[in-house]
């Protein structure tokens, strides 16, 4: 399959009730041969009224932080877990990521990125490790088949939290670095 076949079978998903009240599928951007894909939990409010993910005041942080350390948006692609926005932005349950991961691997598949950031504990946990704790691994690098994985604060932590943003500028000058070597 290629991605818009992907995209077409996820958009008519209705493997959880979550597809009752999205407004839109949150497929998915950027560039499909990204060396670098960012993936995040689930879309917010923004993002299910634009179907594209991390645009609201979180996708907003991180857009700065990739100018800040000289990668383009457009040079790397973003996704989340969830493709529907869970309600009131709780945590997704295990069966709704269940649900969506078939859709998550095959744009990784297709992708092939050499570098997957994980942004947050949820994808964290569910991509890498189980038992991840974001405030003391974060940042550390993990080979991962033929992949190489770690896991960011998400962005919208660092708006609740902004003693975390030097983390988040050492975390991503450190991939920056790590694609210059490419």
């Known amino acids: 399959m290629n991605m818009d076949e992907v995209r077409a079978k996820c958009e008519s998903c209705r493997k959880c009730a ?57 040079e790397v692609y973003i996704a989340n877990i969830l493709k529907c926005r869970p309600p009131k932005n709780r945590d997704p349950l295990p069966e709704e990521q269940d649900a969506c991961m078939p859709y998550l691997r095959d744009q990784v598949r297709i992708i092939r990125p050499r570098f997957i950031v994980c942004l947050g504990r949820i994808a964290a946990m569910r991509l890498i490790k189980p038992d991840y704790k974001i405030s003391q691994e974060h940042g550390v690098w993990v080979k991962r088949g033929e992949f190489e994985m770690t896991a960011f604060f998400h962005p919208s932590a660092l708006l609740r939290d902004p003693c975390k943003k030097g983390d988040m500028l050492t975390d991503m000058k450190t991939l920056a670095a790590k694609l210059n070597e490419i």
């Open 18 to 74: 979550l597809c009752e009240t999205r407004h839109n599928c949150v497929f998915g951007t950027g560039c499909e041969s990204a060396k670098l894909m960012f993936v995040g939990e689930a879309p917010g409010e923004q993002e299910d009224l634009s179907g594209i993910p991390f645009v609201g005041r979180a996708g907003k942080l991180l857009d700065a932080y990739l100018t800040a350390v000289g990668i383009e948006r457009d």
